[in-house]
């Protein structure tokens, strides 16, 4: 069964590569970088020429160039009102199983290719986005499913469908690499967060004005790691949570880092952060979890040690972080 | 030939009256010789969708025993799988599994009266 799905796989990032143009195959060096820079130079001109503003705009151009529609399901009465639009109305008989599909929690997203659509209709792909646990992933969804339609071949007579979606799933970490390069989309929010830079400091109040001004559907997360990965100076964004030490989960439980984003300036800095280690008390990242507030100041990541009794570099930083549930998100940058 | 109808389940005198066109085949026995000789169901009928051809859709075989419980038409049977497929796209951390047969017939329940036999 695995060879099958891996065999699956290896079909579909064949047929990716062919229909980006690509020279290299998966398995080779590269291979993932030209496919961005592939997928991306390919719809840069349809951007330009709309001329958008948001990445919500973004992904209108992109949707409507492609002909998908989204759909969300917040509740029963969505489902009902999808059955009747699309099943009852416009005879297509996939929506017969949205009902079920959507009964499963893990669901994230479905796309439906229809098959009674005339060509110039709006709607041929329609994405129906499951929010009933949750919306934070509503932006970056959008973007998922645009980029499968510019990056996989149109199906004539579908001849594979996508469904092994586990995280280990080599095309979906492709598209989700592609996606994020158009959810985030350097002509436009590069210049937006240098223009941040210049008058703030990279705390959570920035991430919040930059996402409220380009991407106000977007995950504090996701809009996070975008503008550290863009901010000029030296920049990392993590998040915290209680756990034990990765060798035994079970042993030495504490809040622990997680790095998520190292920015694109940071490359050539000695800031560097050690994967599970512990955050100390002096930290901001510390004082965010345990007194459940934002928390920001200067501190020293010479004072981040881990239990052999080695520190970090000794660098200033700034650290600005919030807790959301049971995990912080930080943003830490250079001074 | 008589490989193929000993393959297929089928004797030899029958296929060969099925391929001079004197008897009639059942959707599920067209699919079981379909799958002998690895080409499509609309090759053995027209001659389209050859091997090899990208557009050759293959019949899973608890549709076709569905279909042939049912006593779907081809066309019937062919809007099912449509259907079915018209989902191309489905993205869940949980594994997906092939419909058995008792699925396809839930489905067929939903869009039955949507369906060319109806």
Known sequence: ?335 | MQQLASDAGMSPGYLSEVERGLSAISFEKLVRIAEELKVTTDFLKDGKGAPGESDAVRIPAALSAAAEQLGLSHRSTMRLLEGRQSLVARRSQSQETEWNVQQWFDFYERVKEYLPDA
């Open chain 1, 1 to 335: 069964m695995m060879v099958v799905a891996l065999n699956d796989q290896i079909v579909r990032l064949d047929s990716i590569a062919d229909h980006l143009g690509l020279q290299r195959r998966h398995g080779e060096p590269g291979f993932e970088d030209d496919a961005v820079r592939a997928c991306v130079g390919r719809l840069a001109p349809i951007i330009r020429k709309a001329n958008p503003k948001t990445g919500e705009e973004i992904a209108a151009v992109l949707a409507k160039h492609f002909s998908i529609h989204f759909e969300e399901v917040r509740g029963p009465d969505d489902i009902v009102h999808l059955e009747n639009t699309y099943l009852r109305q416009k005879r297509e008989l996939g929506f017969a199983q949205l009902r079920d599909e959507l009964e499963d929690p893990h669901v994230d997203a479905l796309l439906f290719q229809r098959m009674r659509a005339q060509p110039h209709e709006h709607d041929r792909w329609v994405a129906v986005l499951n929010l009933q646990l949750t919306d934070a992933k509503v932006y970056w969804d959008r973007f998922h499913e645009i980029t499968h339609r510019a990056a996989e071949p149109e199906q004539r007579v579908l001849p594979f469908r996508r469904h092994r979606v586990e995280r280990t799933n080599p095309v979906e970490r492709l598209i989700d690499q592609i996606a994020g390069e158009f959810a985030f989309y350097a002509p436009l929010f590069g210049p937006l967060v240098k223009a941040a830079h210049k008058r703030q400091r990279l705390c959570v109040a920035t991430v919040e004005d930059v996402k409220a001004a380009y991407a106000p559907s977007s995950s504090l997360l996701a809009s996070m790691n975008a503008v550290g990965k863009y901010w000029p100076s030296p920049a990392k964004v993590v998040t915290a949570s209680m756990r034990g030490r990765k060798s035994d989960p079970t042993k030495d439980i504490a809040l622990r880092i997680t790095m998520q984003t190292s920015g694109i300036a940071g490359s050539e800095s000695r800031m560097f952060v050690i994967p599970n280690m512990r955050v100390p008390m002096s930290s901001p990242i510390y004082a965010a979890f345990f007194e459940k507030r934002r928390s920001e100041g200067l501190e020293n990541l010479g004072d981040w040690t881990t239990k052999s009794g080695k520190s970090l570099a000794a660098i200033p930083v700034f650290t600005s972080a919030i807790r959301l549930g049971s995990v912080v998100y930080g943003v830490i940058s250079a001074q």
